[in-house]
């Protein structure tokens, strides 16, 4: 293997991060899916990175609840159906531009079923194995770059499909496998190389 680097300038920097489902509640109560691959955790704060011209950061604007809904790879042709809709009505034209439409009913168009959430408004994704409702406690837009928002949500409640569950307060990391966006490419994890010093299962 060459250690060899050169340098380049890559269109985009999405260097493999979990997809996630976001939930938020449209004005008439019903609930809008918007995919996204920002995302990081910090304890129970979880940090969202929302583009300014999607209806998902509109929603938490006016309604600062969401569920973080996180899909497994068998799930990865559902998420696709996504990709070019937007709850947002008219279509914002650099969206347009980029082939988006308007769809009001997410959940219809791909093929996943809503389910009532129990501390936030917005529904949860029944398929998604892994769905985390939570509150919206800041909006942020980054000075030098404000085409997007970085919000900043509490977790309320988690829901875990049961098989993932390790003892009362643990997800098995060898039974729950993320999906993957990997340069736009959609991928699942391999298998276990280890753990860290500090893990507790
Ligand atoms: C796999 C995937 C990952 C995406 N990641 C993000 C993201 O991190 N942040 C974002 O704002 N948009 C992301 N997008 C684009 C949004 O899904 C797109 O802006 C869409 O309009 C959002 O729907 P909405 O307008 O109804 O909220 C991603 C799309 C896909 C398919």
């Known amino acids: 293997m ?10 985009i920097l999405y260097y493999g991060t979990p997809v996630v489902l976001l939930s938020t509640c449209n004005e008439d109560g019903t609930t809008n899916i918007s995919p996204i691959s920002s995302s990081w955790a910090l304890g129970s704060c979880l940090v969202l990175g929302l583009g300014c011209g999607g209806k998902g950061l509109e929603n938490l604007k006016r309604y600062p609840e969401c569920v973080i809904n996180l899909p497994d790879p068998s799930l990865w042709r559902h998420v696709e159906r996504l990709a070019l809709l937007t709850g947002k ?17 997410k959940f219809s168009a791909a093929k996943l079923t809503p389910c009532e959430s129990e501390k936030v408004r917005p529904a949860r994704i029944a398929e998604c194995p892994l769905q985390i409702e939570a509150s919206v406690q800041d909006i942020r837009i980054p000075e030098n770059h404000p085409w997007f928002a970085v919000v900043e949500t509490e977790t309320r409640r988690v ?43």
């Open 159 to 201: 829901h875990a499909r049961e098989a993932y569950i390790l003892g009362d307060h643990y997800i098995d990391p060898n039974q729950w496998r993320p999906l993957i966006y990997n340069f736009r490419h959609y991928f699942s994890l391999g298998e276990e190389l280890g753990k860290t010093a500090r893990a507790e299962t």
């Open 89 to 105: 009505t008219p279509v914002p034209s650099s969206k347009k531009e980029l082939g988006f439409r308007y769809e009001k009913d």
């Open 2 to 11: 060459t250690l060899q680097h050169r340098t380049v300038q890559p269109k």
